[in-house]
């Protein structure tokens, strides 16, 4: 009687075992070769690959389809230098403060360039990139859309006679509209301006501070080399730098006000220009840009 019912519990495991076999082989998927295939093996299952649809995206395929095609990108480094000045934004009002120098004809510090037509110049002297970038962002100015002008720091002409106090000097002197005329005439005095000794910052400072009126929107001070003379001067007991760093803050500041933009640029290479140009950046929030 045991050995029965041994027996019978045996068939009926071995039944369950071929029961679950069978339901696992008929839910898997199975590689089926026939003779009437082209020999490859075919899933028995599925695989399903899902798609967002173009509503699902963004918006209806038909605004899709009737949208504009994406711009072409412009040629491999190209650049839209419009409206800059050595990489810095140049407003519709602006006044440069140029260094003519002596210092700027001799320092060939500023690496490699484009001169006016476009040729490369593997060694440019300091006025020449100068020049070079201002004959260039002139010739960029929306022309009857800009007013500007050009103070000269400098201080004694060469061979000229020695002034009583710094002199420095402006292309015009006053704000002038960026007609086409006017735009060449100035590119024309870039082009023949000579260097000058000495380096009157304080009062090329004072000139543009004073001269043009507080709605000048970009105000651009260029310089290779520290304020000469070094010591007191016309603006009192203090050094020129000191000097600088104690009012220009002040003229500086309704200009600041109107949202003018203030620009410290030094060329060349020059350790106390740079401490100096650096000061006076971080005294009155501009920004400092070192072309060498």
């Known amino acids: 009687m045991k050995i029965a ?9 071995l039944g369950f075992a071929f029961a679950r076999a069978e339901s696992a082989d008929s839910t898997s ?5 026939s003779e009437q295939s082209d020999g490859a093996d075919i899933p028995s299952g599925r695989l399903l690959l899902r798609v967002p ?9 038909s605004d899709q389809d009737n949208s504009e095609p994406p711009a072409e990108p412009g040629e491999p480094g190209a650049e839209n230098d419009t409206g800059t000045f050595f990489g810095e934004a140049v407003g519709s009002r602006a006044v440069f403060i140029i260094d003519v120098s002596n210092s700027m004809e001799k320092g060939k510090d500023v ?3 484009e001169d ?10 300091r006025i020449d990139a100068v020049k070079y970038e201002l004959v260039r962002m002139l010739g960029n100015l ?5 007013a500007f002008d050009i103070v000269w720091l400098a201080g004694i002409e060469v061979g000229g006679p020695t002034p009583g106090m710094p002199v420095t000097d402006a292309w015009q002197g006053e704000m002038t509209t960026g007609t086409p005329e006017k735009l060449q005439e100035a590119i024309d005095a870039v082009k023949n301006q000579r260097v000058w000794f000495g380096t009157p910052t304080y009062r090329a400072l004072e000139r543009a501070t004073h001269d043009y009126g507080a709605e000048i929107d970009t105000l651009v001070l260029l310089s290779d080399g520290a304020p000469i ?8 007991s203090n050094t020129h730098q000191q000097a600088i ?5 002040k003229w500086f500041e309704p200009m600041e006000a109107n949202g003018c933009r203030f620009s410290v640029i030094q060329v060349g290479v020059n350790s106390i220009c740079g401490a100096f140009m650096q000061n006076l950046a971080a005294a009155t929030g501009a920004s400092f840009t070192h072309k060498h």
């Open 142 to 146: 929306p022309a009857g859309d800009c």
């Open 53 to 61: 649809s173009h509503e699902g995206a963004n918006g209806s395929a």
């Open 111 to 113: 690496g490699a360039g």
């Open 29 to 33: 998927p199975q590689l089926i070769r």
């Open 116 to 125: 006016y037509d476009g040729n490369v110049v593997t060694s440019m002297t």
């Open 5 to 13: 019912v041994i027996a019978f519990g045996l068939v009926i495991s």
């Open 229 to 236: 003379p070094v010591g007191a001067g016309y603006w009192g």
């Open 245 to 249: 760093l104690d009012q220009f803050p």
